[in-house]
Every structure is written in structure tokens, then in C-alpha cells.
């Protein structure tokens, strides 16, 4: 019997220990989301682009932060074997720096497409002339006022 009661004891312990532990993770949890939202909405009124960009750096400092602590936590990989833990973290990396490859050659071809591509370059300058959206008496007369006295313009006839 005793050592039936010795197991329940260590079984009851450790249930309390791991208890604690999740209760820790989540108490830090939220204190570093409180602490993202608060730089978040100081963010909005600096005009400084420096300081701006030091705040985007801290909260993607303290997210990922948060994203160690989920993952090692809650998806239990702190407990495992190193072997494991760097399959699972090597190729994440990699897929980080596979996205922020693309959006690094995707902005350079937004801000560098207008001067490689002649075409685009050429359809930006044309200056667009304005059409005629009257069709009354008043137009004609004023394209024949503006040909000149001696001169006249020939008119396409108006469909009725």
C-alpha cells in the first residue's frame, strides 16, 4: 500500500510542477503581448522613421520570443531530444529566409521595373488628349472658332 501511496504522491507533484510551469509560461506569455500592443500604439503617433523602425525590431524581437516559448512549451519540444528539436527548427529557418528572400527580390522589381522596361516607361509620358463629350451645336462652333476665320474644319457627321 505504501508504495502505492508513494506514486500517487509523486504523480500529484509533479502534476503540480507542470501546473506551475504552464501557468508561468502563460503569465509571461501575456505580459510580452501587453507589451507589443502598448509598443504598437506608441508606434502610431512617432513621425521619426529610426525610431519607428527600432520599435518594429523590438516587437519582432519579443514575438519571437513568444514563438520559442509556444513551440517549446505547449508543442512539449522542450523535453525532447536535441536531434529532434533540430529537425524541426533548421528547416523552419530555412522557410523564414525562403520567405523573406522573396519579398526582398519582390520589392526590388516593383522599385526597379520602371527603368529596365522602356515600354512602361514610354505609356507613363504620353499625354492623353481630352475628347469630346458634348454633341451639341456649341462644340462645333467652337472647333470652327477655333480653325480660324478663312479656314474650316470638316466635321464627321453626327448619328441621331
Not at 89 to 104: D, E, H, S, T, Y
Request: net charge neutral; glycine share 6%.
Amino acid at each position: 500500500m505504501s508504495h502505492s501511496h508513494n506514486a500517487d504522491a509523486n504523480h500529484e507533484a509533479s502534476n503540480a510542477a507542470a501546473m506551475a510551469e504552464i501557468k508561468k509560461v502563460t503569465i509571461l506569455l501575456s505580459v510580452l503581448t501587453i507589451i507589443e500592443l502598448i509598443l504598437g500604439f506608441w508606434m502610431i503617433g512617432i513621425s521619426s522613421a529610426a525610431l519607428r523602425l527600432a520599435i518594429k525590431g523590438v516587437i519582432i524581437i519579443l514575438m519571437m520570443s513568444k514563438a520559442f516559448y509556444i513551440v517549446a512549451y505547449f508543442m512539449h519540444l522542450k523535453h525532447e531530444v536535441k536531434n529532434m528539436i533540430m529537425t524541426i527548427i533548421v528547416p523552419l529557418l530555412l522557410f523564414v529566409w525562403f520567405i523573406g528572400a522573396f519579398l526582398w527580390d519582390g520589392g526590388s522589381f516593383r522599385n526597379l521595373r520602371n527603368t529596365y522596361d522602356p515600354h512602361y516607361k514610354e505609356q507613363s509620358t504620353i499625354k492623353v488628349e481630352k475628347k469630346e463629350t458634348e454633341h451639341g451645336a456649341a462644340t462645333h462652333e467652337a472647333v470652327k472658332h477655333e480653325a480660324g476665320a478663312g479656314e474650316t474644319k470638316e466635321m464627321p457627321a453626327e448619328k441621331h
